[in-house]
């Protein structure tokens, strides 16, 4: 079993940056495949972003790709996704994701999620 805490959420202006953190503990983290999702009131859950176990792949959203990067510090637990060129249709509930299984874009196939950390970007 793996937890995860979201961090680095926060107000800020379009084209500002944020770089989000997903800490896990309780497991061998380098066992887990790690996905973004995100989501605003009244719409389903997003994906954005997954990067797999080593970080050799990694599989973006359209709306996001070129601006978001996702990386991984096994080292340290973590994973983190940089938000680049931030606009206000990105703003939501950020969510990470873990699973043994691989990554997928699919929100149903992760076992383990964090309680999600916001982000909101001002026009």
């Known amino acids: 079993q793996v937890q995860l805490v979201e961090s680095g959420g926060g107000l800020v202006q379009a084209g500002d940056s944020l770089r989000l953190s997903c800490a896990a503990s309780g497991s061998t983290f380098s066992s887990y495949a790690v996905g973004w999702f995100r989501q605003t009131p009244g719409k389903e859950r997003e994906f954005v972003a997954a990067?797999?176990?080593?970080?050799?792949?990694?599989s973006f959203a359209d709306s996001v790709k070129g601006r978001f990067t996702i990386s991984r510090d096994n080292s340290k637990n973590t994973v983190y996704l940089q938000l680049n060129s931030l606009k206000p249709e990105d703003t939501a509930v950020y969510y990470c994701?873990?699973?043994?299984?691989?990554?997928?874009?699919?929100?149903?196939?992760?076992?383990?999620w964090g309680q999600g950390t916001q982000v909101t970007v001002s026009s």
């Open positions: 994701a873990a699973d043994r299984r691989g990554y997928s874009r699919t929100d149903g196939l992760y076992d383990y």
């Open positions: 990067i797999s176990r080593t970080g050799a792949s990694t």
